[in-house]
């Protein structure tokens, strides 16, 4: 685990934060009702499909699991989140109470801090491998 964390591209810690995002959105506007739930999955497996159709090559090849199932999952995120905050007074994606924005943002910057942590500390377990001035006893 820390090791795909130490590697973690930027392009994907932006994907956690949006992740992070929508469940703190799913937290505190969460709705039980199932047609948002079957609809959000309906739109999921319809965009879904016509992404995976867009990337895949005509040669087949193999699939990267991680790509299909972002591929399937962005669409119902954004179908759930959109129906979540419809009405919710929500400014794009912005929570209206300052107390949504700040555990939201929080979240996101606590994960990037870990990130950038682990990234260091492999760094430095990295160079202090190849100096030879380390005492490894």
Not at 17 to 34: E, H, K
Request: hydrophobic share 45%; charged share 15%.
């Amino acid at each position: 685990m820390l090791d795909y964390f130490g590697n973690l591209s930027k392009g994907k810690m932006v994907l956690w934060c949006y992740l992070l995002w929508y469940l703190v959105t799913l937290y505190f506007y969460f709705d039980p009702a199932p047609r948002l739930w079957l609809n959000s999955l309906g739109i999921s497996a319809v965009i879904g499909l016509a992404l995976m159709l867009s990337v895949n090559s005509p040669q087949g090849g193999r699939s990267d699991h991680w790509q299909t199932f972002r591929l399937f999952m962005m669409p119902f995120g954004v179908s759930s989140f959109s129906s979540l905050i419809k009405n919710q007074g929500f400014i794009l994606v912005i929570p209206p109470r300052a107390e949504e924005q700040l555990v939201a943002a929080g979240s996101c910057l606590l994960f990037v801090t870990l990130v950038l942590l682990v990234k260091w500390a492999a760094r430095r377990g990295t160079e202090s491998a190849g100096d030879p001035n380390t005492n490894t006893e």
